[in-house]
Structures are given as structure tokens and as C-alpha cells.
């Protein structure tokens, strides 16, 4: 099974440990992005994947290329132009103070490049999965047909769709994210998304669903992947659930609906080292699951221990084996050490 | 408004993380003190500031100086003379592994300056408040002479006087403490102190007072203030309260009272980065909200919320703006990540 | 009092902070081992010790010669022969996700020295006690012989034999293992060990004794340690108990029991930099007390202190000092900063 | 005096050492440019200062701010708007490996400011003279327009001008520069060149004037000199001299010519910590010469001696006290050390 | 074109800069060896590149992997067996102090591995060229039949044979090397290797040929070649000469021999940041060389600026481009600033 | 043999690399002082050796000790008392920009020792040697009288006395040094100087003698070792000669007088790491030349190769082995790999 993602990479500097902007005087540099970090946790689960997206042809844009390759993720399609690779800096919060992050992504390769750049049936050729975020839409309208078009070459060439809602603010409104997301879903096959995001963007009123501890119960989340699929006829839905107790401590449980079956992980409580890319490690969880078959409960199970490591784990990607995850799927979270 | 903040700035050197000084192949460097922390914060707050002191006329003075600088503090009445700056080495505790303090404070330019070094007249034109702590005074004889001819100088030009009551065992004994600050509580019109403290140096008898969970109840710390304005005079008292639950995580609250009422912080529980420089941010937390004019309640909230966030900070500056203060004040304590 | 240690010492190579193998780019180094960590906590604690190993004639066997001699164990007796020193690796976990060690010891010098080339005659004259670990026999079939040979000498001279039972079930088999230690057992006069190894390796069966919270109650505890006397006819018999919640979270806590006496120390409940090594610290702490003439309660709460703020230092060595370590046996575990 | 100096301070992103960026896991910060390194060393020298730029309202903005006001820069007229800051990456050469400088400055706060956000009048009220090198106007055409109206102002309002002729070809062409850089030479007082870009810039035939070394002789640098002043008018001209045996290693001179009366510098052959800055280190010093009144021949041997050391120094800004620059004007280069 | 290569890669641990060993609280971690380090310079010059060795099946092994796949280089015949990794310390001298090696290479992977093992049918399927060096038989007797049978199964293929000579005096004696390596010679198409390795392995007499400064004269070299050629028949024949002036410099120079007629590169003289690794770059330019067609004397020429200006880059691998490794081949080496 | 030294040790901190105090914000800490430098050398050589001095009794203190004890000094004498450690720092130049130090050792625990602290009698039990330099008078009218005290007691147990006569006009000026010193020449058996001290202190006029090159010549160096024997009766007398070039280079070379015979050393050009200590090199090259037995010109030999490489090792310490010394004192200087 092969997975090709599609979005951006960007380099992100952090001052180190839970040092502030203000006092540092380095920072600590890996690259990152939300279906890149896809790839690499499919790649560390032994999947074959490829990532795409466009780069600077110069040193600072080979990094990124490099950063993929070490962890065996393909970029044969990465396209070289362009002027500059996205950046975004951010600091690591502890206990009441959040991480921060301040973007520096305007004019990127992959924001200047044209749709036209791509070429899906031969980036596609050997794919069974297309898997992108709602970043990607989101960079420029360029990218927004790029999406359109890799989706309905995938469609046409047999490759499932997998899409992670995803929605920021920072980079379009709520009503330009309805206009371009709801017309995707007909083309995905499995959408991972928080609750709040599938309220927002794909207009699904959850209002009046049962809640307990912030989120929805388990009767909530049912009925709002019910909700979706009778709307959007999306076959397979993933939510994912977080409750930010501290920049330290966080929780963070998941649902995986499929055909009116759904099946919950247990929660997880979590002291935090970096939780950036822990969603994109439930995404990639979910994909891991499906592609080898888990089944329903072994797959949400699989998925949310992923993003539940992820959190221990410096830098976006999630650099976790199969059997680690597996462990804790299987419950052993006690930390003992393994000698 | 403008606030002359009076004491000593000391070198701080730290292992890195939680090593101890037998393991040490490196210090971290950072300058910080009192009052020179109390001007930082307020200077991150918006408000003008300048720190006096006496620092060496060399490099490592200059350092001082500099760290100064760099977050907006106004340098204009140090003194550059005498040979050395005082420092402090200090190692970062976990758990039931207190943080150490090492002095080697003794001879440094502020230790080694006199009285008549500082023309208070010139240094406090322009001023609305001065603020010191108890440590200054207890430097030596010439520093106690310093800060009383200061507060008569400050009385005199309209200028209002902060004191933080600050006793340090080390520095001199109870007895030698009281006869030093007792009288200077006649200038003072903004008192901030633990209940310790209060009771130790100004002899007010906390000893019947209710007390809940080894802290003064809300109905004691009104007390406490009522005695201290009843036998001192001084209109404003704020009163922070400190539980140690181990070296890694601290609960911290306060009270201000003024004329008779009182208002009070919530409590907050963290995880600890950095505890030193939490009170001084606390009371720069007061001095800002009062020469900002928000009101007993908010000012509280918001000078608990500086001094908890300070906990996430590492050295003895608090890093935090005004806007990331009155979030955690106004209740956004989750540590999302801001994006 | 003297105590010699006989082991192997070892480099250990660890990724900075809580990094994982896969994204290190340099190596923290320490040097440590079960019974070199017994000597360094000795000699903290004032007591005179040398520890007994063979290390290669070259620069890196002499840093571990040095790591020794910084904190004042004795090296005279170490060999120094054969070609390599044995190496772990060890990536520091957190919240769910366990530390992990990789080992790379086989062909170390120790690994390859002959019982012949101990002379412990020599070696033992002036000691007190000889301390030993179930790790040492597990070397090599040489080094099994060595530790007879060791414990032989000893009882003969007059010196007291602690051991550590350890099993390592990377290093022998269980049945391997129970033939070896089961034997050795008439030498010593002081068994530390959990109650996993002594119902693994002594075969003293466990299995119906009561419970609570995963750890034996201490009434087990006493009817273990009853039991391995009976059979065994070992004096002193001390029982550690751990509880891990996760990779960040432990609980601790031991007993003591000797001539049908038995003592308790609280369990303390840590937030853990570094857990590897709480446990010798433990036996060292067992054998301070005693040579101290600590008495049965004293002696466990201390060996329980030491363990616990053991969990607080970065590397294989307890860098406390028998004062701090016995402000927490005498319940003082607040963690205020000491200025 | 007091000097203003205008143009774009940029983020300096750097791998440690001299690693390269496709081996870089952190990079090392210092913020820098032009005419900010020509504020940081005036202010060095005991001169008062200030530096005009447009930096981005966040944090990262506020660091450039705060790495000026650390060596007492002023900042008072730096505009807070735009949505990013410059960035430079640079990796330190050695040998015959070349540094290396990637830029990413494009839409920079300052790139996208507009003429008219800078108050001239305003900005240069108390000073004595306007610094600014060609890399200002090759901004954007609102900073060409900038600079032409701060030159305007300075004429008007009697302030001196100063301009370091630096030509940067991937900022624009040799004729987009020429036909910018010409007519500002109508206000310029002072002109810093190296002979290159005198000739390709202001159009100046050296092309038979005799060399030495790769470098005009000194009779070529007088001439060199009155040729620009009897076609711009330009009173006083000084000209760097470099010469690069190898990334490590450089050769620097300098000539100060004034009606008609040239002194030339020392030449130094410096080993490389770091050069970037150099040159602004050479204008700060011509500058220091004049406002200090050095006369002609220590001025060009206090500029030449400030770029030689600041070789030495990590970073774009030039850390050397007055005194230490003299020093090595005055022939004291040994490098012994100063107990 | 695609290049295969056979060895051992190793990890390399060393103390930061230019410390000791004796100092050392952390090594830098690289992965390195001959043939490696070759494969990732042909990589880096865009030729198609596989490394073939055995690694442990673990996270360590894996970092090996991890390090090769990130600077392009070909994996997929990387046996994964065998239970560590062979290491080695480094410690970079300075001046008169030599840099010192210390080897832990025993028990490897690949020196615990099978000639069996290796199916070279399969391996060199679409290979153009076969690399390995003298350190590969000499690592076991299974690896000496590895290197023969690669050898035979490649001039079966129609794969030409490249061979440096390498000849470690700890690995094994003169003698066991030249009966191995002299058979060998058969195969090889190519041939890298020093004067003095030419004399005490292949036993060709240069005893009484012309030197100047303690290396042969370029007829020295030109005899050397063709006695190699005239008594082992290999048509093309690389020379590299080294001179170490101290620690911190040396000069390298080479020469290309091919059917009588022979090219010589410059000197180089260095100032050395890591020498390691410098000999496969000369080898790696030898084969860019021949596969991209440069001719004689652009490919010993661009051999030798590669060997030189991998002396500036720090680990094994040499992180230069074709573009950047043809600059200083054709004359380029001022080393001035690339902006 | 046995040497003991007394002086003083101190905390050394340092930037790193060659980075300025005002850019510092870590310094890198080793302990080092003239005659700990000394002890710390001949140890590395195999030579039993104690150093004596007052520390306080507190972390840091204890950190000096096991500096010392790591190398295998002896430290049983070390007072613990006083309250603070004396500090130097330190910033490493390069080029012409000169390495500057700022002492901080005013009330050190050894500043504030009294001569009666020190027991010489019972201190140099089983010593050969006595060794101290100029520093240790320098320090107090107590410090004087302790080196007058130990200089007696060594005379009369037969302990031969070896003096560095170091002179540092920040401790004291000419006249105090000469009316010190002169008189404790009559117990010196060795002594160890460059020539301006000999000048300065010892009141030699070698004005008139030839030089070369700002040294004396050979001739030179015999007269004024003879004009030294002559008044001061000392029978060994070595001579260093050192040239700075730049703070990045300088040469070496030294000369042994005894009994009218003289044998001077080859010159060493150095690249420097790092320069602090490398003249107590030489004076402990001295030592273990006399001590084992060299000869003269062996000893020379080794004295001035151990000086010349310390230059290449960072920290005070001189971290070379006998064996590598010796190495470069027969000649071999080339820097090799030492594989």
C-alpha cells in the first residue's frame, strides 16, 4: 500500500527547551507540516508513501528534501522552484503559558506555484491513498485547484481519498474554508476532524448533542459522524478529541466510525514535550490501521496511542515504530524502562 | 509614570536543566535582582522604568548594564565604580530536590558604595514611584542609609513608595531587620509581603489567626493587613501566598487590601520552569495595575497571573507582555497552543 | 568502614533532554553500573570505598577511571586490560513512552578477564563489607567465578557481602541465573532485591500473599522476607517497591527487615529526570545506615530518601549528600528553594 | 554627536561553527545589517546613536529592537508594522570553502513600508549626521524615495551625510544602482567605497591606474579619490581595501582622502572568526575619526584597525571598545594576553 | 550511471571542537566509512549511488540507515543482522597535537556476517561501477571472500571494478595484506592509492624514484603508475599525496594515470577543520570524473579540490556540490563571501 | 617521587569559542591556578603529587576538589573553610583581538587563610619536592609567610623547593614582589622564569645582553642564568621564551642551566586552542625531566614540547600523556592521524 500526501513543508525554529522568542539566541531547526508528518509516521509504520509539494532549489530547500528522505519518506515528485520554504517559529509553553507560534509562510514555493504544476496521473501512478489537510487548499487559490484536481485524478485512477479537515484561521476565513472544503468531501473516503472544525466548516449543527468534560460523549460523536455521512456520503469518519488541561498536560481520546460501527480508544493523559503534529499522528494511525487491516477498534485504538506518543516526541514528526504504538495500543502505558 | 526601582543586580549562574554543581561543565548566564526585576516587567508592560544601582566599570558590568537594556529599563543613574558585581550560583531542583542557592555577594560595587554615591534628588526627577525591597537596605549600613534618604527624598518631591518586605536570612538577623524596616514603613505608601514575613519583621501577631491548608484563610490575610495599617499606616498592602508541594510544582494566590477592602487572586497550581523572580513579578503585577488604574480586583488577578506565569519562565526576568498577563487574569489559563 | 563494589562500569551514551535515537546528533556521556553506583553514593556519604572492575589501557577506560576518582571512590584495584568498555545506550522517555536501552556490552574487558586476575587476598584487606550485584555472576562464567571467589575470601577475612539480586534477563536465563545466585546466597549477610526477583530467582513463592496497588502489602513483604530467611539464612533482607505510573510518574518505597524485625519508610511519589540507578542508590543507602548505625527505621527511610531523590539527578550516580538526603528520610520533601 | 542611521536590520540565522546548512540541526541568532552594525559600534565608541528601520509588531520583531537597545542603540523611530522581518542564512566558510549567504528578504516590513511613513524632520531633530548604504535605496522604490527624502531633510536641517556606496548585484543591476546611487551623491559628505564599486557604480575609469596585489597602489587610490570628488563634489572619500587569500584568511587596508590630502592605514592580515560587518566597522570608524576629531591619519588607521579586529568577533555587530581599537591603531597587535 | 559500494560504516564519537577525549562530557555523533563516504559524494554530485553493508536490526542500526538514505544514497541492500555497530572515537588534534582514533569495531555487524550473506547476482543488478576498499577484506576472512566474490560476480555483469587501497596496519599485518589484495588487483579497473601503500602492498619498488619534499616528484609518480600497470594490468591508476605540516595544516595533491598518459592537480594547502574522510572524496572525484566524462585533467582536478575542500567540512561525509567542487577545481579558491 | 604544590585554584569561566563577554550568555568552567596546573601535569606523567590550598566548604568548593581529584591529584591537605572561591574570567581571543582576563579573587577562602592553617611539617611528610610560584606570596601578608614557613620546613626535611617566579603586577606591585621574593630565592633549588621577570623582580640587569628576534639569544640566556646562580645561589635555572605573533599565534622555546652547562629546546609555532597554563607545562616538564631522570637536554626537550602542546588543549589543565609528549620532543610534530 502506498500513500501520497500533498502540502506544504515548512522549517520550523524553536528556542530550546521552554525558552521564550525574547531570550533566545538559537534555535533548534526541523521541518514539519501537517501531511508530511503523515508520511513519515506511515514510513516509520513500514508503509510506502510520498510526499508532495514544492521547494526552493537551493541548500535550505534540499534540508527539507533530506529531512524526508532520512526517514524514508519518497520525493521524487517534490518539485525545485520557487524562492523560499515557509517558516514558522515557535516557543514551547509549560504549565499556564502556551506555545506560540508566529508564521512566516507568505510567498513559499508551494504558495507561488501553479496548479498546472502538478501532474497527478503520473505523481498518482501506484497510489492507493491521496491523503491532504485543509491547509492545502487553503495556501492560495492555485493550491486550492491543485487539491481539486489531485482529487478528482485519484478518483478517476481508483486511489482512495483521505482528508483531514483541519482549519486555520490565520490563513482563511471560516466562509472561504466552507466555499472550497464541502465541495471536497465528495471525492474523500475518510475524513479525520475535530468536532469544532466539522461544526464550522462543514455547517454540521452539533450544538444540542450531549457534552461531558468539554467534549462530546460518546453518543455526541456518533451522531455527528452520522450527521456527516448523511450529508456529505463520506463512508469513513474519524474524530479526534483533546482537552487542553495545561500546555503540560493534555488529554486526548478518538473515534473511528465506518458503515453505522463505531469504535472509541481510551483517553489518554499526557504530560507534554511537543505536542505539535500529535493529530497528524491519529490521522496517520487511522491510515496505518486501514491499510493493514486492523479492523474497526484496533485501528482508533492504534491511531489515538500514535498521537498520545507523538506528545512525548521533540519536533513535528512522530518518530514512533508500529510495535511502540501497538504496545500502548494494547495497554501497556506504564513507561517501564525497556532494556 | 515612571518608576525608580533601587537594589542590587547579580550575576546568576545556573547548570543547565536540572544538573547540579557537581556535574556542572557549564553555567547558563543571566542578571537579575529585585528591583531590577520588577523594572524589566513593568518595562514589558509598557510603563517607564529605571533600575539604580552600582555595577564594576568593566566588562562584565557592562553585561549588566546591558541586560538591562535589552528589555527597555532605563540605565542612566548606575553607578560604575568598585571591582566586582555580586553573583549567585543556583541550581534548578525536581521533585523533593530543592533548587540550591550559593551567595557571593560580598564586596560588590553596591556592597562597597556609600550613601552619599546617589543624589536621589536628580535621580528621582520626573518619578512617580520609587520601589525597593528589603534586601537593599540590608546590603550594609551605607545601603540602609541609601534607601532612608531616598524615601525622605521621594516623600518629599510627591513621589510614592513600594516596599517589598523581602527578608533573607543570610544577608542579616531578624532582630537587626526589624530595627531597619519597621521605621522605613513610615514612607512607605505600597506594602507587599508574604504572612511569614509580616509577622517576623513587623511584629504583627499572626499566631491566632485561621489558617487552611498551612496558608492564612482569606479572613486572616484581612486581618493581617488591618494590623499592619492599624500599627504602620500604610494605605496599601498586598499580601502573596505561597504552598511548595515539591520543587517541580507551587501554588500561589494573593490579596490586596486598600482602605479597607480587600480583593482576592484565584489560586493557580504550576508546573515549575523557574520559581525565582515570581514574587518581584508579582509585585511589579500591583505597581502596574495601580498605575495603570485597574482596580483592586483585577489588579490582583492580574499581578497573580504575572507571578504565576513567571513560573514558566526561565531566569529571573518575566518575559510576558501585558496582553498574555491579563488572558491568564481573565481566566484563559488552558495553554492552547496560540497560533 | 570500607566497602569494596565489584562490577562492570560502563559508558553510557544517552541523547540529550528526552531525544530519541533516531534524531540524535550527539551523545550526553556518563560512566556507571550497579555497584560503581554504590561506591560513588558511599563516598558521598562520607564512607571510604574502592571499586573493583577491568577497564581497557586506553583513554576511554581511563575517563571511566576518572568519572571514579572525581567523587572520590578508590581505582587502585581496577584492571586494566582487554580492549573495549562495555557501552549502553539509553534514550530518556516520558509520559507513556518508556526509556529505552540498548546494550552494547559483549567483549569488554570485564566480559573477557579471568577469575584469575582478581586477587582478592589483596584486594579485600582493610574492607568492611564487599558488595556485589546479580548482574556481575551474569558477565561470564569467569566472572561467575569471581564473584565465588570474592564472597569466599570475604567470608574467610571477615568482611560482611551485600547483594543486590538484579536479574537481567537480557544478560542469562532464569535457570541460569537461579543456579548461580541460589548459591551464593550462604556469603551474604545483606540481600536488597523486589519481590519480582526473589520469587524469580530465590523461588520463594509469592503468589498467595496479599496486595495492594501492584506491590505486595507489607505484611507480604515481611512473610518474603521471613521466607527467604528461612531458607536462605540471610540476616538482613531489604525489600524495594516500585510503582511506575508512566515514564515521568513513580512510586517508591522499601522495607528492612532483620532478626524478625521490620521497618517501613513512606512511599514518595516522583516527577523523574533520571530514574536509572535509584535502586543502587537504595542498596547504598541500606549500607550507610548500617555502617552508620542508623537503626532499622532510620536506616530504610534514608535508603528510601536516597532512592527517591536519586530520580532528580541526570546520570547513573546520586550526586546528594547524606545531609540532603536525610532532610527527606526526616520528612522534609517540600522542595523550598535553600538560599 | 549624534548619528542616524537608516536601512534594513535582518535576522542572521547561522549553523554552529563552521558546519553547513545541510548538516545544521540549530542555528545560531544574531540580528544585523548595514547601517544597524554602523549604529552598534558608534555606540560602542562612546557616540550617541539612533537607527530608523520598519520591523513587524511581534515578538520576533521585537528581538532586532531589543539586540539594538542592548548596546544602546536608540529605537525610538523604528516603526512597528509589516508582517515579517528579514531573514539572512549564513554558513561560515574556512579555507577554500566560501561562506555562504542564502537571503529571504523579500516583503520584509521594511520592503513593504512606504516613504511617507518616515517623518524626516522628525527623525533627525539633535542630529548631526545621516548614515546610509546603497543597500537602502536597492530596497524597494519607496526606499529609494526614502532615502532621497531623508537626504533632503539632512541638507536642509544642516545634518551631515554619510554613505557607504555598497552594491549588492541580487538586489538590482549595475544601471538600476547607477542611476539611484548618482544623483544621491549630491548629498553625501562622506563616501565609504571599496574601488570596485566606485568604478561600476559612479562610473569612475580605474582601469589604468596602477595595482599592487591585486589592489590599487596608493598613488591609484589617490586618484581614484580626486576622480570622484571632481565629478561629485564629494569632500571627504575613503576606500576599503581587501584582499581574500582564503575563507580563513583576508588582508584589509584603508585610505581617508580630504581636499586633497590622503592617509592610508596599516595593512592587517587577519585569521577569520567572522567577517561579516567588517566593513561597516571600517565607516563606523571613519566616523568615529571625524566626530572625534582624530585627524586624517589616526582616523583611517582607528577605521582600519576597528575592521581588523572585528574579524575576531562572532555576529554582524562589531563588540571592540574604543580603547581596544586604539590599541591596535597605535601598533599593538601582538595578542598578548591582557591580565 | 550507478555506482555500488561494499564496506563498513561506523559510528563516529567525537568530543565537541578540539577537546580531549580526558574532558569530554559529550561526543557528536556522525556515521561514517570509506566506501560510505563515497557513495554519498557521488550522491551529492547527482550520481546514482548504493551502499551495501550489515547493520543491527535496531534503532542505532537504523540511525546508520537513516544517515545514508538522507543524503540520497541507496539502501535497499543494507542487511539488517548482527547485534551492533562497529564505533569509533575521535579526537580532533590541533597544531603539533595529532588527532588520536580509538576503534570499537569487533563484533559488527559486518564483521560478524556471512560472505554468504551477500547476493551480488541481485546486488549489482543495473550497476555501471563497484567500489570497496582495502578495509573490507580486512575486516574477517568472510568478508575477504565477501569482497572476492563482488569482485568475480561484477566482471561477470560487465561492472567495472574501482579499488582504493587502503591499508590499515591495526586490521591486519603487510603480509596477510598483500595476499589478499594483490589477487584482487585482477578485477580492478580502477586503482586510488598512496605511494607508500603502492610500495608496501603491492610491492612495487619506489625506493630509488625522484621525491621533492618528502613525496615522489610527478616522474616519480608517473614510474609508480606504470610499474603498477605494467605488473597488475590496471588501466587507470590514481595517486594522492598528502603532506601533514601539523594537525591544523596540510597540502594534498593528486595524479590521474590512464594508458601512459597522466594529469596532475594542483596543491592544495589547508587549514583543516576534519581531514577525516578526505581520501574518499579524492576517490569519489576520481569516479565523478570518469562517469560524467570530464577527461584526464578536469578529473583529477576536480578529484583533488574535492579531497581539499572536504579538509573544511566536519564529519566523514563530504557535503559539497558538483557546482562548488568544480568551482575551486577550476581556480576558484579565494574563499570571498558567496552572497 | 612526590611533589607537592601550594597556590591557589580558581573557577574559570569562559565563553565559548571565541566569543566576547558582552555576547556571552554561558560560560564554559573548568578550575585551574598556577601550581594546580603544575600538580595536575606531573599526575598525567605518572608522579605522585598533592596540591595544597583553603576552599570554602561548599558545592562549589567542592567542585575545584574533584577537578583535581579527577586527574589523580592528591587533595588530603585542602582546607575547607572561607566562604568563597576565587574566580577568574576569561575570553579567548584570535587574531589581533588579545585573550582578556577579569579577576574576581579578592576574599578567597585562601586570601582570608592564615599562615598557621597550614601544617608544613605534617604536609610535606613523604614529599621529594616543594613547588609554589610568585602567585602564591602575591596573594597576603599571610600567604607570604606561608610559603616563607613551608620554604623553612622543606629545607629542613631535605624536600627540594622549585619556585615559577611569575610575577603579576595587578597583585602587587615591583618593590612588594622584589622585597618577597629575593629573599625566598636562598631555599630555591629550581627556578623557572622568563627573562623580563628575572629583570623586574630578581634585579638582573640583562639590558646589555644580545637579543634576536625580542628574545634573548642563547648567549644571552647562559649570561643571565649565570648572573642569577651568581647572586642567588640556585642551582637549576630554566628560562622560557615566548614571541606572540597574534593571539592566535605564537612560539615557544625554552632553556635548562645547570652547573654551567645549558641545553636549550627547538622552537615550537603554534596554532593556539587555548594558552592559559602552558607555561606551568614547561615547569612541570621540568619537574618530570629532573624527576625521572631525562638529563638536561631531554628535559628542555620535554618541558618545551609539553608547553607547545598545551597550547592545543582547552582549560587550564595541561590533558597530555608522558608518552605524547616525549612523542613531539623527539621530533614528531607532523599532526598525523593517530589511527
Given amino acids: 500500500m502506498k500513500t501520497v500526501t500533498f502540502g506544504e513543508i515548512m522549517m520550523r525554529l524553536a528556542p530550546p527547551a521552554h525558552g521564550r522568542f ?46 524526508l528522505r532520512r526517514y524514508g519518506v519518497g520525493t521524487e515528485h517534490i518539485l525545485r522552484q520557487g524562492s523560499r520554504i515557509g517558516i514558522y517559529f515557535i516557543e514551547n509553553g509549560a504549565s499556564q503559558r502556551a506555545s506560540k507560534v508566529i508564521y512566516d509562510r507568505a510567498g513559499s514555493s508551494i504558495a507561488t506555484a501553479k496548479a498546472a504544476d502538478f501532474d497527478w496521473k503520473e505523481i498518482l501512478k501506484g497510489a492507493d491513498w491521496l491523503h491532504f489537510s485543509g491547509i492545502t487548499p487553503a495556501i492560495s487559490a492555485e493550491m486550492t485547484a491543485a487539491v481539486q484536481e489531485a482529487c478528482a485524478a485519484a478518483k478517476e485512477m481508483g486511489v482512495k481519498v483521505s482528508c483531514d479537515l ?11 474554508a466552507r466555499s472550497v472544503m464541502q465541495p471536497l468531501m465528495q471525492y474523500v473516503d475518510l475524513l479525520i476532524a475535530n468536532e469544532q472544525h466539522i461544526s ?79 493529530g497528524d499522528s491519529f490521522t496517520a ?26 506528545h512525548s516526541v521533540e519536533g513535528d514528526f512522530n518518530l514512533m515504530s508500529e510495535g511502540e504504538i501497538m504496545a500502548l495500543a494494547e495497554g501497556e502505558g506504564s513507561g517501564s524502562v525497556q532494556r
Wanted: proline share 2%.
Fill in 22 to 67: 525574547l531570550q533566545a539566541d538559537r534555535f533548534d531547526i526541523v521541518y514539519g507540516g501537517g501531511e508530511a508528518n503523515v508520511s513519515v509516521s506511515l514510513s516509520n509504520c513500514g508503509l510506502e508513501t510520498e510526499f508532495v509539494t514544492a521547494l526552493p532549489d537551493h541548500e535550505i530547500g534540499q534540508c527539507a528534501v533530506n529531512a
Fill in 166 to 176: 483541519n482549519f486555520r484561521s490565520k490563513m482563511w476565513s471560516v466562509e472561504k
Fill in 200 to 278: 464550522q466548516i462543514l455547517e454540521i449543527d452539533i450544538s444540542s448533542l450531549p457534552t461531558e468534560d468539554t467534549n462530546l460523549t460518546r453518543e455526541g460523536c456518533i451522531a455527528t459522524a452520522e450527521a456527516v455521512n448523511a450529508r456529505y456520503h463520506i463512508p469513513m469518519i474519524a474524530i479526534t478529541q483533546r482537552r487542553s488541561l495545561s500546555a503540560s498536560d493534555n488529554k486526548v481520546k478518538g473515534m473511528l466510525w465506518q458503515e453505522g460501527k463505531a469504535a472509541f480508544s481510551a483517553q489518554h493523559l499526557m504530560h507534554i514535550v511537543d505536542r505539535v503534529g500529535s
Fill in 285 to 310: 494511525g487511522i491510515l496505518t490501521g486501514i491499510q493493514k487491516g486492523f479492523g474497526l477498534q484496533k485501528t482508533v485504538d492504534f491511531a489515538a496511542a500514535a498521537c498520545c506518543l507523538k
